[in-house]
């Protein structure tokens, strides 16, 4: 049982999102994350802290392996974005609910493309709120700027309602959304590997971006004061989380798509976490990334599971003391 107060939750109450998705990049394994974390002790772990929780599965429904084989689900160079689409709409669908009714949505990927569906449906619930975005990477290419053509790369891009018009015609429902992603609500806690299209829009419209450098510089006490900051000036809005888990070092996390030297330790990286759910203005939280098909040893499956156990328990109380 925790003793922390969620300022924007009743009750206690958790819905857990299930996001076995992995159209938004090319490797299998990480539309396991969701069962590998239960099997770990998810459910568990939020009860052991006092929290009712419900799972809602909006992806059921789908042949996920089938559509992902779809050749045919392609737009300019952007990848399967039919499938990414339509699994967002769902995804945005479950959190919006879980807003409406004052629970917190903890999203499970999955890949980060989920991200899209999660920071839009918390910025259009919460106009006046923070978001956090945990990662080594921005995620902020558009159909224009993105390398790989792989739709993880893009998710805040979508949510902000950038380069409409290079968009693929699946993604028109997000323009319906009233409240998008502001620039100035959305910070980056994490980063080491951004694109030069990144780099440029990071620059353009402002965009508070904490990078490993940072970290090192001022530590990372001083960097989530200085991230919530920017986010939330006021101090009394709520705050949703991001969390690709490769933004912590692949010493600890490397069972996950696209691991880059040099990150979080696994202390900092909790850390943080701890910090934000001291605040009392946690509404939102995604973890996503975990990948248990691209560990080479039984002991990263372990220490990469557990790493997302551990950021969902300091979420949601977990306290030492
Ligand atoms: N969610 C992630 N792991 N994203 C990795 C993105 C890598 C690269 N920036 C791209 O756009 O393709
Ligand atoms: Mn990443
Ligand atoms: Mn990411």
Redesign the pocket.
């Given at each position: 049982m925790s003793d922390l107060e969620y300022k924007f939750v009743s009750a206690r109450k958790v819905t857990v999102i299930r996001a076995p998705f992995s159209g938004g990049q090319g490797k299998g394994g990480v539309e396991d994350g969701p069962d590998k974390m239960e099997e770990f002790g998810l459910l568990r772990d939020i009860a052991e802290l006092g929290w009712t929780a419900t799972v809602d599965d909006p992806l059921a429904k789908f042949d996920l392996a089938t559509l992902k084989a779809d050749p045919s689900d392609v737009y300019g160079n952007c990848k399967r974005p039919k499938m990414v689409s339509d699994c967002c709409r769902l995804i945005f669908d479950a959190a919006t609910a879980a807003h409406e009714n004052k629970t917190l949505p903890v999203t499970v990927g999955g890949?980060?493309s989920i991200g899209m569906a999660t920071i839009l449906a918390f910025a259009n619930a919460h106009p006046d709120g923070g978001i956090l975005w945990i990662?080594a990477?921005a995620?902020i290419?558009t159909p224009s700027t993105?390398?790989?053509g792989?739709l993880?790369?893009?998710p805040v891009a979508f949510a902000m309602g950038l380069e409409e018009d290079s968009w693929p015609p699946h993604f028109d429902w997000i323009k319906q959304v009233k409240h998008k992603v502001r620039p100035d609500r959305i910070a980056y806690i994490g980063l080491r590997?951004v694109?030069p299209g990144e780099k440029k829009l990071l620059k353009e419209l402002g965009i508070a971006a904490y990078s490993m450098y940072h970290v090192d510089k001022y530590g990372i006490n001083k960097v989530v004061e200085m991230a919530l900051q920017r986010v939330n000036p006021s101090g009394n809005k709520p705050v949703h989380v991001s969390y690709?888990v490769?933004a912590i070092d692949p010493l600890y996390v490397a069972a996950t798509?696209?691991p880059v030297r040099g990150g979080l330790s696994l202390r900092e990286g909790l850390f943080l976490v701890e910090e934000i759910a001291a605040t009392g203005n946690l509404a939102g939280l995604d973890i996503v990334?975990v990948n248990p098909a691209l560990a080479s040893t039984e002991t990263h499956i372990v220490d990469t599971v557990n790493a997302g156990l551990s950021i969902a328990r300091c979420a949601l109380g977990e306290t030492i003391l």
């Open positions: 890949d980060h990662d990477h995620d290419n993105t390398p790989s792989n993880h790369g893009c590997d694109d690709d490769d798509g696209t990334e």
